[in-house]
């Protein structure tokens, strides 16, 4: 696999405040990744950073395997890191010459990139008359206009009504499949899950997972128990090499299994120890739940 970003042990100080905390991950050529975790985590901050519009604190960061500077490497990086803004009295078209302009690009792509985020209909409409959305989209026509191997968006359908967030999520699994990768930040869970193959979870800038979204479904779920003699029935969950942590709130207990295991064989088990159970529950975590699970204690 190509690598296209390669972070390692970044830190991030804003003045005692450490926003993001020994950072490693990689971001390997035609994947989708999602930088995910809530406002404050230090998505933006990563960007930055290997954006070259954030000074570092430690670490350190590398672009294609650290064959061209930063700066050279940043020519190949398409990003969406603001608010689009563009000159409201000028037309898409004629804002797509001028970035084609300053960024020494040919404008031969224009109409292609219009075409792709479906604003070709409009080239002729002055910015100033476009919805935020469509503001997003030529956005992110102009980000690619040079082709970039990555396109980087923070937190793209922010403020957006549920078309135009539907819109941008297909405008970016279409340039996906056209073999471009992208690294996209959001505090959205399900905008991860229908648009990333693999994720990065922060929170208070430290990374508590990374590696495929699949991955982090396949959670092997957890029973709930009850039985008279909950003490009893712990030491069993917890000698059980299958059984991770066990936690008794209220009388019910729950099991966090480690590896798959049958309720049939659990509630043979248990009743051949000679307990019987009043409740047996097996389920699995939806993702939301990981997310929140891998995320609680946040505000503190
Ligand atoms: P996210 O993008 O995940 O919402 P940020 O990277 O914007 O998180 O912020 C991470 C932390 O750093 C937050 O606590 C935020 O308040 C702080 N922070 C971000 N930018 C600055 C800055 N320019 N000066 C001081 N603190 C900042
Ligand atoms: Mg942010």
Known sequence: MENILTVTNLSKKYG?????????????????????????SGKSTTLGIVLNVVNKTKGEFSWFNGTTSTHEALK????????????????????????????????????????????????????????LGMKQRLAIAS?????????????????????????????IKKIAAQGTTILLASHLLDEVEKVCSHVVILRKGEKLYSGSVDGMLASHGFFELKSKEPEKLIQI???????????????????????????????????????????LVKRKESLEEQFLTLTKNQSN
Do not use: W
């Not at 926003?19 to 999602?34: C, D, H, P, Q, R």
């Not at 980000?143 to 396109?151: F, K, R, T």
């Open 76 to 131: 190949k990086v398409g990003a969406i890191i603001e608010r689009p803004n563009f000159y409201p009295y000028m037309t898409a078209l004629q804002n797509l010459k001028l970035v084609c302009k300053i960024k020494d690009v040919p404008e031969n792509k224009i109409e292609e990139k219009l075409e792709l985020v479906g604003l070709l209909d409009r080239k002729h409409s002055k910015f100033r008359t476009y919805s």
């Open 16 to 40: 005692s405040l450490l926003a993001v905390k020994n950072l490693s991950f990689t971001i390997e050529k035609g994947n989708v990744y999602g930088i995910l975790g809530p406002n404050g």
């Open 143 to 171: 980000a690619l206009l040079n082709d970039p191997e990555i396109l980087i968006l923070d937190e793209p359908t922010n403020g957006l009504d549920p078309q135009g967030i539907h819109q941008i999520r297909e405008i």
């Open 237 to 279: 969950l917890e000698n059980h090499s299958s059984v991770g942590e066990v936690k008794l709130v209220n009388g019910l207990i729950t099991a966090f299994l480690k590896e798959e295991l049958s309720a049939e064989f659990l509630n043979k088990l248990i009743f051949d120890k000679g307990i019987t159970l009043s409740h």
